[in-house]
T-cell receptor, first 111, second 117 residues
């Protein structure tokens, strides 16, 4: 699986958009980009995933660059409950292969 | 319950003892994963089961670690002769077959916190 690079930490004011970047310059054509988050003392939670096109669901939006070498997870209106570690992962799907988690970005949402 | 269930939630043991950690995946999920997370660290893959296929054991750190999955459902992770460096939260996850739900989505349990004294 391709390696990802994320900033170790970010801050965001409550109510503002949180934009979390991820670099995956060695991603291959059949690898998807996944985002998970882990709130303190809980198991990780799936957020969103995508291949080429931008994706949006009830939790977030995922913007993938045209060359697919980087992506951004957007939480449109961050709340205190969004404070967590966010993991960007690239992996082949459909083969039920394991996901390799890095150290992620610790997002702190503040008042 | 509807989620992944792990037990015990907390386990304190003495160095050299064996421990067993249990995972009940979501009913019908064919894939089951074990990860561990040391304090302040990311998740470390341990082992992966998919249906009746041979498990992917590539993440097991030593031969003291083993896991089995009986009847394609419940899984037990066994650590023999525990060491202090084994202290971590052990997380189990399951996922449905790739043709259903959101492919690649893992559903995690709350974890079993192991402390080796």
């Amino acid at each position: 699986d391709a390696k990802t690079t994320q900033p170790p930490s970010m801050d965001c004011a409550e109510g503002r958009a949180a934009n979390l970047p991820c670099n995956h310059s060695t991603i291959s054509g059949n690898e998807y980009v996944y985002w998970y988050r882990q709130i303190h003392s809980q198991g990780p939670q799936y957020i969103i995933h995508g291949l080429k096109n931008n994706e949006t669901n009830e939790m977030a939006s995922l913007i993938i660059t045209e060359d697919r070498k980087s992506s951004t997870l957007i939480l449109p209106h961050a709340t205190l409950r969004d404070t967590a570690v966010y993991y960007c992962i690239v992996s082949i799907t459909g083969t039920a292969s394991k996901l390799t988690f890095g150290t992620g970005t610790r997002l702190q949402v503040t008042l | 319950g509807a989620g992944v269930s792990q037990s015990p939630s907390n386990k304190v043991t003495e160095k050299g003892k064996d421990v067993e950690l249990r995972c009940d995946p979501i009913s019908g999920h064919t894939a089951l994963y074990w990860y561990r997370q040391s304090l302040g660290q990311g998740l470390e893959f341990l082992i992966y089961f998919q249906g009746n296929s041979a498990p992917d054991k590539s993440g097991l750190p030593s031969d003291r670690f083993s896991a089995e999955r009986t009847g394609g459902s419940v899984s037990t992770l066994t650590i023999q002769r525990t060491q202090q460096e084994d202290s971590a939260v052990y997380l189990c996850a399951s996922s449905p077959r790739s043709s259903s739900g959101r492919p690649g989505e893992l559903f995690f349990g709350e974890g079993s916190r192991l402390t080796v004294l």
